[in-house]
Structures are given as structure tokens and as C-alpha cells.
């Protein structure tokens, strides 16, 4: 048996959505319950479905996310990267809790 993290206080939010968010993306709020994809620095959840002009985000639990640049685990300042994917900063990030890292795949099991 292995273990699993889907589902660990999942806390999804509906915002309204900017332009170019899309599915699986970091985002941040840039205006009154409104979401923008970010390429860069802190990120307040993961985007984890748009319709009709709206975006449910992921804002606590478990999130499994493409990452760029080197990851291990351990609490981490992650910050939002080009392609939808997140990578450590320690200037412009925020901690979070990374609990898996799938480096043959690029992508990391994290904790928001």
C-alpha cells in the first residue's frame, strides 16, 4: 500500500477569472474576488477548474503541481513560474510544505 495525500483539507473558493487562468495553474488575487494566472512570485492557491467566467481555487490541501529549477522535500518558499508550474524563491515566495517530489515527471505533491 502506498499513501496518499488527495483530499487532505481540500479548500476550494469560486472567484471571478481573469484572462488566461486556466486549470492546474498558480494564481493570485489581483482585484476583488478576482483571480490572475502569475508567472511569477507568491501565489495564493491553484486554479482547479474555469467555467462561465469563473475559477474554483484550490487555496489549502494537497496539491500535486508541475515544478521548474530543483525541489526536495521539506517546507519550502515556492513561488509561481512560466507554464503554469512553481519553483522555489526564497526572495518573492511563500512556505509551503512539500511532501512529495516526482522528479522524473516534474512535478511535486505540496501542501497550501
Do not use: H, W
Amino acid at each position: 500500500m502506498s499513501t496518499s495525500f488527495n483530499g487532505f483539507k481540500e479548500e476550494i473558493a469560486t472567484f471571478e477569472a481573469a484572462s488566461g487562468v486556466s486549470a492546474g495553474s498558480p494564481v493570485a488575487v489581483t482585484a476583488n474576488g478576482k483571480v490572475s494566472a502569475v508567472t511569477s512570485g507568491a501565489f495564493c492557491g491553484i486554479c482547479t477548474n474555469v467555467r462561465g467566467g469563473y475559477a474554483a481555487v484550490q487555496l489549502g490541501g494537497y496539491v500535486y503541481v508541475p515544478y521548474s529549477g530543483t525541489l526536495t522535500v521539506g517546507y519550502k518558499m515556492l513561488a509561481a513560474a512560466s507554464g503554469g508550474k512553481v519553483t522555489v524563491d526564497t526572495t518573492n515566495g511563500r512556505e509551503y510544505l512539500v511532501v512529495e517530489v516526482d522528479s522524473a515527471n516534474g512535478c511535486a505533491g505540496i501542501l497550501l
